[in-house]
Structures are given as structure tokens and as C-alpha cells.
């Protein structure tokens, strides 16, 4: 039995659908609230435990005849606001669960992190797994928090618990419209205008759903490998959405001055609508940053091979038509 925590979200429904394709049993943790649209397919299938990383009792009850844990659950957030309860969920739930599985004896736990959580700094360009982390104001409040989950993670494999730790770049695939990667799509689709002057890396989300398989299965301990199939601008991935989708590709290059009136603009608007901003100074100042990261150690430990780019926004951009 393998228990996947965050389930529900884009990351973990698909590793959820590789592990079950692949005759794995596997158990759901997700919260009361929690949006199942990703796994309507699969519900049945599943094995449903209704709890957050908090609920101590109902988290062992969860590892109950469990062997493996994918730890995908997360909070992802670029506002202010939500840093304390980001950091709380996504360190102390982390803490949580590597405890338990602890104590349990639980086999082996993969456990999903970010690129963000290897750290960023001024004068580095490429970013390998080596990577030390240094205090930087290029370092989010979401990447401080991933940092720091790790942190538990690493005292968990010294203490003798066996890790893997996979650092995903940003995950591309058929999501909810309005949560993670794929608000991309979104603005594109929106027809918006602007566009960051930066880049970023990107995966296919199920390529990272392979590898996690493919970990679960081999004889690898201790480690942490980087996902990302490659580095594109955000002008140019906008670009092939729009082909994609029919829609006119954002063609203003955001200055200084315009992100910081979009950032104005998003503050009052939610000021007034009690919603959060759509963009904060954190996410406006990252989009103008450009970092590569090196996968070159997960491709030659595994063998592995990303899908290409066209391949993923292809799939991507047909399934949310399907959708619409």
C-alpha cells in the first residue's frame, strides 16, 4: 500500500494514476474540502482518508499497513499574508509526517519539494543538486518554507528513516484553471498582455509522476534529485500557448515600472474585493529572474528522458479545451 498525502492536487493525482496503472494500491490523504475533479476518474479505486497533517490520530491511522509515502501535500502561496500558515503547514506537517513514518517503520518515503528549496542567489546562474542554500532576497517566502520542510526530511534519513527527495522546476499539465502552473494557461487563454521579462524551467507533470514510481521501485536512499526538462522565456512559452490555443500571445515586456503598477492595481483591487492579489512585489520580482537547473543526475541514475516541451503543451492545452 502506498499513502499519497496531497492527492488532490495536480502533482499528486497523477502519481496517484501512475502508481494504480501500475498495479500499485494506493490510499489518498486529503482534506475534508478538498476538490477531487483531478481524480474523478479514479475514485474508485482509491483508498480515502479524510485528514490534514495537523490530525495526528487519523494521520497514524492513515499509515496503517503502509509501506511507501509520497509526500506531496504543500501550501503554495506569493502573498504576504499567508506566509505564517504556509510555513506551519508545509514544515510542521512535513515534520509530522516523517515522524510518524518514524516510528511506524514505514519503508520508504518520497517526498516532493521544489527547485525553490535548493536556494537562489545573485551571482549563480545554474543550480545543481550541490546547491547550498544561502539566506537571499531572491529566496520566497514558498521557498524558505520548502527549505526548511526539507530540513525534517534530512534529520528523518539520519535518524534512519529512507528518503529520496525530488525538486521539481514548474510542473505543466491539465490542472484546475485557477491553482498552481497552470494559471499559466490562464493567461494566456485570458488574453493578457504582458509578459515577465524572465524565464523559467518546466516538467511535464507526468514525467514527475514516473520518477516517483521509478524511485519507489529501486534501490536508492539518501538522495534528492532535480526534475526539469529544460529552461524556455516566459514571452516564448506564452508564445506556443497562445498558437496552441488561438489566442493572441502577451506582447508588452513588463518594466520595472509596470510590474510595480500591476502590483498596485491587484493591491487596491483586492483591497476592495477581499480577494487575494493576483500579484504580489514577491512573484513580480521573481518572473524578471532567469535560473537554470541542472537534471542531469536524475536522467543519468535513471535513465531517464523528459518529454519534450511541444509534447507537454500540446496534451496540455487540447485536455483544458476538452474542458472548457
Known amino acids: 500500500m502506498v499513502l499519497v498525502t496531497g492527492a488532490n492536487g495536480l502533482i499528486g493525482s497523477f502519481i496517484c494514476k501512475t502508481l494504480l496503472k501500475n498495479g500499485f494500491k494506493v490510499r489518498a490523504l486529503v482534506r475534508e474540502s478538498s476538490d477531487l475533479r483531478l481524480l474523478k476518474d479514479i475514485k474508485e479505486e482509491i483508498d480515502w482518508v479524510e485528514a490534514d497533517v495537523f490530525d495526528l490520530l487519523k494521520l497514524e491511522q492513515a499509515m496503517q499497513?503502509?509501506?511507501?509515502?509520497?509526500?506531496s501535500a504543500a501550501m503554495i502561496s506569493i502573498h504576504k499574508r499567508d506566509h505564517e500558515v504556509m510555513l506551519k503547514t508545509n514544515v510542521e506537517g512535513t515534520a509530522n509526517i516523517v515522524n510518524l513514518a518514524s516510528r511506524l517503520g514505514i519503508k520508504k518515503i518520497v517526498h516532493v519539494s521544489s527547485v525553490a528549496a535548493l536556494g537562489r542567489t545573485k551571482n549563480v546562474e545554474t543550480i545543481d543538486e550541490n546547491n547550498k542554500w544561502e539566506n537571499s532576497s531572491y529566496n520566497t517566502g514558498y521557498a524558505?518554507?520548502?527549505?526548511?520542510?526539507?530540513?525534517?526530511?534530512?534529520?528523518?534519513?539520519?535518524?534512519?528513516?529512507?528518503?529520496?527527495?525530488?525538486?521539481?522546476?514548474?510542473?505543466?499539465?491539465?490542472?484546475?484553471?485557477?491553482r498552481s502552473s497552470t494559471k499559466l494557461f490562464k493567461y494566456v487563454w485570458d488574453n493578457k498582455r504582458f509578459y515577465a521579462k524572465g524565464a523559467m524551467n518546466y516538467v511535464d507533470v507526468r514525467d514527475v509522476a514516473e520518477v516517483v514510481r521509478r524511485l519507489i521501485e529501486a534501490d536508492i536512499s539518501g538522495e534528492r534529485f532535480i526534475l526539469s526538462a529544460g529552461n524556455i522565456s516566459y514571452k516564448d512559452i506564452f508564445a506556443l500557448i497562445a498558437q496552441r490555443f488561438g489566442r493572441r500571445a502577451p506582447s508588452i515586456a513588463a518594466n520595472k515600472f509596470l510590474s510595480n503598477l500591476v502590483v498596485f492595481y491587484s493591491q487596491v483591487k483586492s483591497f476592495f474585493t477581499g480577494?487575494?492579489?493576483?500579484?504580489?512585489?514577491?512573484?513580480?520580482?521573481?518572473?524578471?529572474?532567469s535560473f537554470y537547473y541542472d537534471s542531469r543526475k536524475l536522467q543519468n541514475t535513471l535513465n531517464?528522458?523528459?518529454?519534450?516541451?511541444?509534447?507537454?503543451?500540446?496534451?496540455?492545452?487540447q485536455s483544458l479545451q476538452a474542458e472548457t
Open 304 to 317: 531517464f528522458r523528459f518529454r519534450s516541451l511541444e509534447d507537454t503543451l500540446d496534451w496540455t492545452c
Open 65 to 71: 499497513d503502509v509501506e511507501i509515502i509520497i509526500h
Open 275 to 289: 480577494d487575494k492579489p493576483l500579484v504580489s512585489r514577491e512573484s513580480a520580482n521573481m518572473a524578471g529572474l
Open 144 to 178: 524558505i518554507s520548502k527549505y526548511l520542510a526539507e530540513l525534517e526530511v534530512w534529520r528523518a534519513q539520519e535518524e534512519g528513516l529512507n528518503v529520496v527527495v525530488i525538486n521539481p522546476s514548474v510542473v505543466l499539465g491539465p490542472g484546475d484553471w485557477d
